[in-house]
């Protein structure tokens, strides 16, 4: 079973999405406009999906950074 969480733009806290992904689940936010991000992978979108991306990426700045 695959677990996902979905978060609001307003909550941020590396410490818990990385111990997320460490169980084992994945999750989906909209992140703030100057958040930092570095893209690893664009996943496909349909090309008449209201959908404007959908990446993995790493979030946050070298100080402070997500681990996975």
Same mark, same amino acid.
């Given at each position: 079973?695959?677990?996902?969480? %979905?978060?609001?733009?307003? #909550? ?5 999405? =990385? ?8 999750? !989906? ?6 958040? %930092?991000?570095?893209?690893? #992978? ?5 090309? =008449? ?8 990426? !790493? ?10």
């Amino acid at each position: 079973m695959i677990g996902m969480y %979905v978060f609001d733009r307003g #909550y941020l806290d590396y410490e818990r999405f =990385d111990r997320m992904t460490d169980d084992g689940f994945f999750f !989906l936010t909209r992140l703030k406009k100057n958040a %930092v991000i570095r893209k690893v #992978y664009d996943f496909k979108i349909p090309d =008449d999906s209201a959908v404007l991306s959908n990446q993995m990426v !790493l979030i946050g700045t070298t100080q402070n950074r997500a681990e996975n």
